[in-house]
DNA sequence: TGATATATGTCATAGTATAACATATCAAGA
DNA sequence: TCTTGATATGTTATACTATGACATATATCA
């Protein structure tokens, strides 16, 4: 239950080691990581920060993709459909997941100061919405938890100002 | 922590007294319920569903109020402000507050096949979100969670099928 | 009543997202 | 290998969501 993001680390290794995840996850369910997939994958890793869906794609455009929305937004859909990027709703933009090992349900943590956006998984069957679905019959099916806030770094910054 | 919406019950009547009471908090806190505001409330309680701005906008539009859109999000900016509608993040879209008592921090269970959306209250400090944040540090100041899913009826009518 | 703050309305524009269609590429069986 | 059906890419066009800026009107209160 720890939400990584917040502090430093290897993060070309990081990006590097995802990819490569990923690459394996697709190949082992039949998925096709393609060019610009792979790109905007890597794009979105590059940040802890959500992106929105046309800053992924001036980037792509810049790097002789295509150049319409529709671009961006299709790798984001097959990315996020396959968990290897969320979409953060609050922000109607997108961030690299995490944790990719697995299928999870994830929880954000949105500094509104500086964006950085922490992950954590989280067990659904655990959480607020499990018990109040639970008492009202309701099947879920996808759960979205946002919190937005200050982080550790920019609460300090406040505090001293 | 029930989740009312999926049940029928005395409509008209909790309209009137979901303005009353919001006429009265207003009053108490020096907020002015005016005119468009007031009969945005009204639109967001004859719905149990998320109604988008720009639906609001044209009911608002067509009884006499102003045409462009930032007079329904303005009027949805002041009623969310305030507590007495809440902003599904998932939908872009705003639904009546069904607890129009005291704040609170609201989640959502949102049907996928009828749209309807059930509101439940929830303890901030009890939830997922909170234990993340107090091991990250994080100061949470508002929280989205919103389920998406099927209710009941839906579920039922699509098991018959 | 006059001064200040708040609210309404407009025009203009920015930002987010998808439908529809043509072309290209891939995957798998004949 | 070729064909065929499915998948993916790229485009144009358009729809939906949201806000900035400014003028006018209304409310609040000294």
Redesign the pocket.
Known sequence: MDALGFETHDHDHCIADTVALVEKRCLDS???L????KRTLEIMLEEHRAL???DVLARLSQEG???????A???L??LSKNGFVHKIERL??FVACAYPHADHSPAFLICRECHLVAEAETDPAQGMLAKIAASSDFVIERAVLEAEGLCPTCRKQGAAT
Request: aromatic share 16%.
């Open positions: 039949g998925l096709q393609t060019a610009v997939r929105g869906a046309y993709f295509g150049s319409q929305p529709p671009v937004y299709r790798a859909d097959f109607n933009a």
